[in-house]
Every structure is written in structure tokens, then in C-alpha cells.
């Protein structure tokens, strides 16, 4: 069984849902951005989002397209970031990663090397923002022969007529984008999220995260109630830039993470 | 005439099987070749196939047709002229030289043939709300002008220092009722301008329309702009026709997305006989800071489609460099990658400085003042002309007019007292 599919049957076990947690890597620097990452867990973190930087963040707002920025500037890239797996998986082996960006640094890598390297690095799956059902036919059979869950993103703009197309690649878990915009912008309310979870579900069994507009530990504790998962990412990285320079850049975004993770399974469902 | 001609199959996938043409593109997938595609966020992707379906609609209904004829006749001012350069044909001593006016287009540049095309699409599919990316602000201002004439709100997505260099057209457009919104991330220029466009659509995905200025972003509309701006080279086709009673021998534009230089080659890329040039801004030379995709990049995915990018190893786009405004984007429309890769298509550059002397000869022998970008295919025929014999036929894309780039060029000449007065 993958990690994802673990993690999630634990989480059912135990009667409540994931905080999954969204950083760049190599934001603000690698090693900076290394102690983060093996101390989320610890924190309260259950699935980890990992962002590949990329100069061209389309569908982020301004928190993580700086976050990028920051990254690319202190060297961050692609290979970097399988090294960061690879070195948190030395202590880690149950924590499921994901990585979340754009195509073109995957393009570029090969689809079907990457898919191979990102295995071997300890990666469970992927989230291809700019990559729609339409267009993920070069990378799903390479991600499916190596054991990768492709994640997919369905929207307030995906309606019950598309769902099913979009689904069809899905594994490991869904994630719902629940607001129409980019992310560390909007809030989608309570009512709004829950018919769209509900949507969803009549689609599928696997797990759904909700995920774009989830900031304070209320807001995750709401969603909990609702979904599998409450993704957190602006806001994580917002402790990062407002701390950048002082020792806190490690103990603030580990600190919010705790509140969200209380709120969470506070959320018993 | 159609002909056969050796494609890699490989390479070209569907769309080649049946393929003895050039013009049969791209696939029911938007795909030329390898090239173009759809590769946009899923809260887009529902428009997307709705833009393409009320496209196909529009396409098929001879209203729609009609109304944008009329208003290419009676708005824009076309035909516009394919007028003999007695002049540069004699300056440059060889080929003789034909320029395709399209910057005496009502606002001054071929940009506006797309901007009628897809506002008369917005208003049939009921949005009410144009956004729009630009870089040297012509397209931002034929934006700006459709939406005044049709009456709809108008956001244009500018780069900070395109603002600078182009503020004439930043004016103009604010006139014209529309908000420009400076863009300051990145290098603050045309991809930059298009992220903050596709970031604004995500969010206002229910009432907006994304008016794009040339060949490039998702399919439908690589195609689409293409098909608007044909009316250059079907117009070119006639005109040579009645001028020369043949058609021409060659034909030159420049490429900043690429819509000029498609609108000119579309109609002519199944005669063999016609030698077709595509030229890119070299900027400051292929070896340092430039724009020219196909020159010095490779396959890559952004902004909806995949196509030549420059970018680096890691995947990282590049942040390019033009003096004009209107080249300086490190990518390039799908379907040109594809053309360039069949070889039917000649993709060459040429450099700031070899452009800004193209500006001034042109301007002092014919009394044109050519825009920046379209002085990259004046300077690069002017390259070539003296090797062709008197009696070949050159149609050079005169894509707009250089008003806006005063200050600019009086920039790079040193005339720094101009330079800060206009
Ligand atoms: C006059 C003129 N020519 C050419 C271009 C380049 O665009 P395209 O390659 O789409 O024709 C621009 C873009 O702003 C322009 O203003």
C-alpha cells in the first residue's frame, strides 16, 4: 500500500482528517527550508506539499509566487528538490510528499525520468497545475508504472458533465481548489465547500482535500469536519517571508502549523 | 497547390497522417505537431472548451462573418495598401520591395484585425468583462478600442517597464476608458503582463473574456488569432494579384508572439514558390541578452501551449530581451514551432541595433515612421534584397506604425534631450 493510501486509512482509524501543509522548496534557502521540512511532522503536520519553484507561478498569488522567487534566487531547482525528499526521507519513511507546480521544469527533466527519479527520491505523487485531463496523457502512464499518484485538482468551474473525465486519472487523493482564483486570495464559506465535497463524492471514493483560502486553525477545524484533508499553504509560507533573517524563519511557520494541526483534530469526525 | 513533403512522423502525430498542406492545422486537441495544446489551470479549463465551441459556432455563422468584414471596412479602414517602395527597393538594390500598411489600421497596428474578431466573440457569449496582456501596447490599446466601441469594462496587464518605454500607448489607452494595471514582478514585461492576465481569468473565470494578442496561450486560440489575421495575407494575395499579376516570391515579418508574421504566411504556405521569413528580435546578439525562441530556444511549456521557450536547464523561463517592446517575450506561437520544425518556414533575427538603423532608413526614404517590431523584418530584407534579382517580389509586414517608439529611439541614437522630451 503507498504512503498516501496509509496515511488516509490511519486517519480514518483515528477518526479525523489530514492537515496537509504546503512549502516551497528551497524557500527561503535550502538548508532553512530542509529544517522545516523534517521538523512538519512533528509539528502536526499528516501529508506535506512540497512546491517546485518555477519563475512563472500562474495560478499563485503573491505569498507563493515570492516564495519562488526567494527559492530560485538561493538556488533552488528541480533536482534540489528530489535531494530535499531524499534527505527527509532518511528520517521519515511514512509521511507521505507530494510535489506541487508547473509542467515545464518536469518537461524539460523528461516526464518518464522524472517519474523514475522522483520514486527513487521518496516523492508520492504529484499535483500538475498546468496540467489538465487534456493534456496529462504524457506524464500519468509514467507516474502509474513507477507507483506515483497523480493528483488532480477539480474546481468550482468543474461541473458533474467534466468530473468524471477528470477523475478518471486520479489516485491517491483529490484536491479541491474551492475558490475560483489563485491561491492566498479568497475564502470559499463553510456551505459552499460542503456541497461541493458532497459533488464530488458521488464521483469517487478516494479521499478529497480542500485546499486555496485556509489560513487560521477555525478555518482548517471547519474544513475538517467537511473533507479528508484541509490543505494550508499561503499562509505557512507568510510565516516564513515575515520571519526571513531571524531564527524564528524555522519556529514560525512550525508554530502555525501546530495551531492548524490542534484545529484539526480538534474536528473529530 | 498542395504537394507532398517529408515530415518526421514522429514528430507530427496525428495531424500529419492525412497531410498534404500546411494550412490543415492544428488538431481537434489544438495541437500542431508536437506543439500548442491546452495546458491551463482546471478552474480555466471549462472556458476554455466553451471559447472554442462558441468559436467553431461563430465561425460557421455567416453573421457573425459578415459583421466582422464590416467592420474591417468601415472601422479599421481596410483594405489597407501593398504600396511599392521605390525607394528602400533602390536603397537596398536588389528585390523589389513591398510594404503591407497595416500600421495605417485605425490605431495604428495589425493588432486591431484580432481585437474586432474576438470582441464580437466575447459579446456573443455574453461576457461583459475584457482583459487583456500587452507589451508595447498596441494590442492594449485596439483592446481598449473595441471595448469602447462594444461598450465593456477593460483591464489591460502592462510590465512596469513596457509602461516606461511606452507611454504614449499607456495614455491613449487610459483615454480610452481603460484601467491598465502595472505588472512588477519578474522583468516587468509581456510573459509577465500574460501571468497577471491568467491569474486575473482564474479569478474572474464567470464573467470575464481573455482578449490574447497573438498566436499564442491554449487552444482555441493559437488558431483563432491566426484566423482573424489572415485577412493580411489574403489581402496581400489579391492586391499582388492585380498589381503584379503574380503572386509574390517572398515574404517577410517579424515575430514577437507571432501574429503579423501568421496572418501574412498563413494563406501563402501552400505555394511552394514562395519563400517565407520569419524574424525574431536577437536583441542585444544571439550570445546575450535576447528574444528569439526558435534561434535559441527549445520545446518547452508555458502560458497554455508548448512551444520553443527559452529557458534554462532546469526549466526556468528565461527573462528575454528586445529594444521593441512588442518582441520581447521568450516564447513563440505553437504553430510557427511547428512550421519552423517542418522547415517550410525560414526563422531568422536580427539585433536592436541592425533594427534601429532599419527605423531610420525607412523613415528618411519612404516618410514611414515603422514601428520597432516591424523594422526587424525591414532590416533583416533589406539584408537579403541586394542578392535577388530586380524582378523578385518582396511583401515585408509594415505591422505598425512607430509613433510610440520616438522616445525610445531617440534614446538609443543618444539624443537623451529627446529622449526625455517625448
Ligand atoms: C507593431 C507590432 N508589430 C508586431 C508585434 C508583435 O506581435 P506579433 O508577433 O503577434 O505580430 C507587435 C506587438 O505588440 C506590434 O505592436
Redesign the interface.
Known sequence: MSRIETRFQDLKAEGRAALVTFITAGDPDIATCQSILDRLPAAGADLIELGMPFTDPMADGPSIQLAAQRALAAGASLAATLEMVAAFRKTDNSTPIVLMGYYNPIHTWGAERFAVDAARAGVDGLVIVDLPPEEADELVPHLRAVGLDFIVLTTPTTDDVRLPAVLANASGFVYYVSIAGVTGTASASESAIEEAVSRIRRHTSLPICVGFGIRTPAQAAGVARLAEGAVVGSAIVQAIADTIGTPATVTAPLALVEELAAGVRAARR | MLYWHPFTAQAHGKLMQSLNTYRAGPDE?GHFGIFG???????????ILDVERSYAAAKADPAFEAEFRQLLAQYVGRPNPLYHARRLTEAFGGAKIFLKREDLNHTGAHKINNCIGQILLARRMGKKRIIAETGAGQHGVATATVCALFGMDCVIYMGATDIERQQPNVYRMKLLGAEVRPVQ??AATL?DAM?DA??DW?????DTYYLIGTVAGPHPYPAMVRDFQSVIGDEVRAQILAQEGRLPDSLVACIGGGSNAMGLFHPFLDETGVRIIGVEAAGHGLDKAHAASLSGGR??????N?TY?L?D?????AEAHSISAGLDYPGIGPEHAWLHETGRVEYVSVTDTEAVEAFQRCTRLEGIIPALESSHAIAYAGKIAASLPADHLMVISLSGRGDKDVATIARALGDIHLGGLV
Open positions: 486537441r495544446g491546452r495546458y491551463v489551470a482546471e478552474t480555466l479549463m471549462p472556458l514582478s519578474g510573459k501571468n491568467l491569474r482564474v479569478t474572474n473565470v464567470h520545446p518547452g511549456v508555458l502560458h497554455g508548448r521557450l529557458q536547464n532546469d526549466g526556468q523561463i
